[in-house]
């Protein structure tokens, strides 16, 4: 598969990578057989092609795609795993984020369920919401769009407390429930007008 190729620094890399991703990997509704079969089970190339992600959980896709697409420019970065519960809100699951230095100022890339973030600081959380399990940084280089698939890499890192299958099972209840508003998406280039500044 052709990679799109950008120009310019390595922040205005970083700013189309994240445009590139949060357009092409749209967020969409997937019934009970799709969300088995393919979630976590797709490589970059696949994703493209398809062209969109599980409504519920769309970082593991555009957080994989965007990390394909800096190694690609050469752009270095580290994986954010972070393994975490939200009480009330359903089993312990695991967020993915970015982070790099773009031009001598640190930055995350965040693809969220609300919104998609390229924002100057590290990876931040509402310490007060979530109860963290784990949270690693692993380093990541360029790798083959058409050899490696989310739970290839999270099967390594992911602890005894998140059980895939429970975790499996709400995202098929969320799909049945699911609101037109839960595919509102949009990019935030700046914390103080992001959707979880008040978070």
């Not at 969409?28 to 979630?39: K, N, Q």
């Not at 976590?40 to 062209?51: F, K, Q, T, Y």
């Not at 290839?152 to 499996?168: A, G, N, R, T, Y």
Request: glycine share 6%; net charge negative.
């Amino acid at each position: 598969m052709l990679l799109p190729m950008f120009c310019g620094s390595q922040l205005d890399v970083a700013l189309a990578v994240v445009d590139f991703v949060h357009d092409s990997v749209r967020k969409t509704v997937w019934d009970a057989d799709r969300i088995r079969e393919s979630y976590l089970r797709r490589s970059v190339s696949e994703i493209l092609a398809d062209g969109d992600t599980m409504v519920f959980g769309p970082c593991p896709d555009r957080t994989f795609v965007a990390s394909c697409l800096l190694g690609t420019h050469g752009v270095d970065h580290v994986l954010v795993y972070h393994e975490r519960r939200v009480p009330g809100y359903g089993p312990s699951t695991a967020h993915l984020a970015l982070e790099m230095t773009l031009n001598g100022t640190g930055f995350m890339m965040d693809f969220g369920t609300r919104e998609s973030r390229l924002i100057p600081g590290g990876y931040h959380f509402t310490e007060e919401l979530e109860e963290t399990i784990a949270l690693k940084r692993i380093p990541l280089r360029s790798f083959d769009p058409d050899g490696v698939a989310p739970y290839q890499l999270l099967q390594h890192v992911v602890s005894d407390k998140i059980d895939p299958e429970l975790k499996l099972d709400w995202y098929v209840k969320q799909s049945r429930n699911f609101r037109p508003d839960a595919l509102r998406d949009r990019v935030a280039l700046d914390q103080r007008y992001s959707v979880y500044h008040e978070l």
